[in-house]
């Protein structure tokens, strides 16, 4: 089991390393949180712009939806950073009440938020769409740098394959819930943005409202200097090659997850050749998001349990790797079926146990949020650079067995990689 060093007595509590087990009431109000911020992330972007974009310019709607969402790309991969730097400097009063540092970034994340996507819905150009889908990511990656800092602000190293289960499966359950939420319960492009809004304000608020959240002591806080919190966003591999280690292997493994999802529904029209791709594409979905949950939380604890964490991840990124060559070397529904299982089995475990790795590797204390949105670099910009290496692998370099097959092996490589970590078992 994984020893935690004992903290120093003048350490504040923000700052300290956790002892105190969270209980459930925890767990379950960030895992509605977590739900919350991620339906607000994908639903738009998979139903909801893709419909308003289709309605302002239907001659050019790929090439004008390709413009939205990478400018929102590019929001999340500035902005989740930068607002974690903040989160870890914030020290507000209130009256004669010191208040915590994370939960006013959630709670005006989600409200500002919601607020940009209520004018989201109201956009008639292709300007005024980008413009306030920009504002809104950068909201929620705000409430997303605070509420993934919360895991190492308050969960004990023995504890965090667990809580990183539960807070991993909101990733996918987010997007089946909210297409659910805009297709089937309410009617209308402007509807559904409404009802998003309110989802993101009813899941999120309760967290931030109700569970504690340590102040940060003025001593404690260092000088806010546009400077010195640019220049903080380098991390050197050489003095912190862990930290190091664990972006880059994230940045594998989920340039990988890009290069396999990305032209999903495509592979399903024009590889497998099923008569129904829409309906298809949900059903994998569905069967992905199942082999997530049945997974991701119990990874996460097992590996709790046995203090080791690199050879969940490898495992995780040989299953991943499998479902990929599956789908490489034999096209068809029922191996479809049998991939996104596989698929989705193998990411809960990577998400819950390399997402508890993490959190032992950061650097400092102090920059928690900032490090954790670097990290999430990793997760933004494979997000950005897999349209751009799919498209010629697909056009000129073999087509989708191609695809799969460099799929495989980018997943398989970032995985393995996990082992040139060497704080964590």
């Known amino acids: 089991m994984t020893t935690v060093n004992p903290t120093p ?11 105190v087990p969270v209980r459930r009431s925890w767990i379950a109000l960030i895992f509605a949180a977590n739900l919350g911020v991620w339906m607000a992330f994908f639903t738009p972007i998979q139903v909801l712009l893709p419909q308003q974009v289709e ?4 001659a050019d709607k790929e090439a004008m939806l390709a413009v939205v969402t990478g400018l929102g790309a590019l929001a999340a991969v500035l902005a989740n950073p930068l607002a974690g730097a903040l989160s870890d400097r914030t020290s507000l009063r209130l009256a004669d009440r010191h ?7 959630t709670a005006t994340g989600a409200v500002v938020g919601a607020f940009a996507l209520v004018v989201l819905a109201r956009q008639d150009s292709i300007a005024g769409v980008a413009v306030a889908w920009v504002a809104a990511q950068v909201c929620f990656n705000a409430m997303l740098a605070s509420l993934t800092a919360a895991i190492p602000d308050r969960v ?20 089946v819930v909210g297409a659910v939420l805009v297709t089937a319960v309410v009617a209308g492009n402007a509807a559904g943005y409404a009802a998003i809004a309110l989802a993101v304000l009813l899941l999120s608020l309760p967290f931030a409202l109700l569970t504690q959240d340590d102040p940060l002591p003025r001593e404690h806080r260092s000088p806010l200097r546009a400077r010195a919190l640019v220049a903080s966003m380098w991390i050197s591999p050489r003095r912190h090659p862990d930290f190091a280690w664990a972006w880059f292997t994230r940045f594998l493994v989920q340039t990988g997850n890009a290069l396999g999802t990305l032209y999903l529904l495509y592979f399903l029209t024009d590889g497998v050749r099923v008569a129904d791709p829409e309906a298809a594409l949900l059903v994998l979905i569905l069967l992905y998001t199942l082999g997530m949950m049945l997974t991701a939380v119990v990874a996460g604890r097992l590996s709790d349990r046995s203090g080791r964490r690199k050879v969940f991840v490898i495992v995780s990124g040989l299953i991943m790797a499998v479902a990929a060559v599956l789908l490489a070397v034999a096209p068809t529904w029922p191996m479809a079926i049998v991939a996104a299982l596989l698929l989705g089995a193998g990411y809960g475990v ?23 949105g670097v990290i999430n670099i990793a997760n933004s910009a494979p ?33 393995v990689l996990v082992l040139k970590i060497k704080a964590v078992p």
């Open 9 to 19: 007595a003048s350490l504040p509590a923000a700052l300290a390393e956790p002892t």
């Open 55 to 58: 309605r302002i310019a239907p």
């Open 99 to 105: 208040l915590g540092r994370r939960h006013v970034w």
């Open 156 to 175: 004990p190293v023995a504890q965090r394959g667990g809580v990183s289960g539960w807070v991993g499966i909101p990733q996918a359950l987010g997007l």
């Open 350 to 372: 990577y998400l819950a146990v390399d997402a508890a790795l993490i959190t032992q590797v950061l650097p400092a204390a102090t920059d928690r949020a900032k490090d954790l």
């Open 383 to 415: 997000q950005v650079l897999g349209p751009a290496l799919s498209a010629p692998i697909v056009v000129h370099l073999g087509g989708y067995p191609t695809l799969y097959a460099v799929t495989a092996v980018v997943t398989l490589v970032g995985s």
